[in-house]
């Protein structure tokens, strides 16, 4: 039997590269072997709209995929949406075996692309490196499950717990640490901030250290305390502001859709579903940041730890709250700077 684990890792691979550009859909990489286990094709899905990792694999692959293997880390569709069903282009491709990593949870795919292959005398694998699928499409899946966006929790602070800084420290981590975040940013759909962060800080949320797509910026502002000037409303992208005083805000805020908001944030995650934005980066202060920790609406907390201790009384903490428990999953190390990855418990 082929190395499945191996190939469906170049799947997951593939899947990635697309990163923060396809939502609502996910994100999905194929790869097609010949009939003698030889790579004759491969794709990934680049957009929402644009084909299918399936379809442009089989494009690639051409006359060679008769009687061969795809390898993909989602179950193909069977429905018609924006795109034909890749079950279609499958069966006229004469493919033999379909290698699947987790089936699409998508009540409209939901196991039956899976028993459309087997019906038509397609060999179907399933469950391959199943954990390294589920966290590739996290997000898609949270948001297909409760039609709320995925929630990280991203924090820089040095040992002491400190998020904040003097004049004289403008950032707590350092530039290789600030560069990561900046990548992340343009892998989330939107980025979540509060009023206190803009009046205190005048952060500009973008990408400009790493280049790439700035994500939609969401401001909670429920007392309109910003105005128009602040840098974030004048960087490329878009704005989203949630304030209880939509009439004014719309005057002062031009550029940017003002949503009225009574100041819940389950309120705004429910929104934010519903506009299919599927992940939300929070960067925030310590008000925001116990809020969304103490109503349990994080799914996962990114801790950029500098080894410093600030050791001013004056400087904010992280958090303050109950006890909130979490299990690290991943440790890496950014210069001087860790960044521990972590989830509820």
């Not at 949503?259 to 506009?275: D, H, P």
Request: with cysteine.
């Amino acid at each position: 039997m082929p190395n499945d684990e191996y190939w469906m890792a170049q799947a997951l691979e593939l899947a990635q590269r697309a990163k923060g550009l396809t939502s609502p859909n996910p994100l999905v990489g194929a790869i097609i072997l010949d009939s003698d286990g030889n790579l004759v094709g491969e794709g990934y899905h680049q957009k929402a709209g644009l084909p299918h990792a399936e379809i442009m694999a089989l494009q690639k692959a051409g006359e060679k995929a008769k009687g061969g293997t795809l390898y993909v880390n989602l179950e193909p569709c069977s429905h018609y949406g924006k795109t034909p069903p890749c079950v279609k282009a499958i069966l006229e491709n004469k493919l033999k075996t379909v290698v699947i990593g987790t089936t699409d949870p998508n009540p409209k795919v939901n196991g039956e692309g899976i028993k459309h292959l087997m019906a038509i005398g397609i060999q179907v694998r399933t469950n391959i490196l199943v954990e390294e699928c589920l966290k590739v499409n996290r997000f898609f899946f949270h948001w297909i499950k409760t039609q709320r966006p995925w929630v990280t929790l991203k924090i820089a602070a040095s040992l002491d717990g400190k998020i904040g800084h003097s004049d004289e420290l403008k950032w707590i981590t350092g530039l290789q640490a600030r560069t990561k975040v900046h990548q992340l940013r343009g892998e989330y759909d939107a980025l979540l901030t509060g009023s206190g962060t803009i009046l205190n800080d005048n952060p500009r949320l973008t990408v400009r250290l790493s280049g790439g797509r700035n994500p939609t910026r969401i401001i909670l502002d429920r007392r309109l305390r910003c105005t128009a000037t602040f840098k974030i409303f004048r960087e490329p992208g878009q704005n989203i502001l949630f304030t209880a005083n939509k009439t004014k805000a719309s005057q002062e805020f031009k550029q940017a859709e003002i949503i009225e908001w009574n100041g819940q944030l389950k309120e705004v995650l429910e929104i934010l579903g519903k506009k299919n934005i599927l992940s939300v980066l929070v960067e925030a202060g310590t008000e925001l940041n116990s809020a969304f920790l103490e109503q349990k609406l994080v799914n996962e907390v990114l801790y950029f730890m500098n080894p410093s201790f600030l050791g001013n009384a004056q400087s904010p903490e992280i958090y303050k709250g109950n006890q909130a428990n979490f299990k690290i999953q991943n440790i890496n190390k950014y210069g001087e700077d860790l960044l521990l990855e972590m989830i509820p418990v």
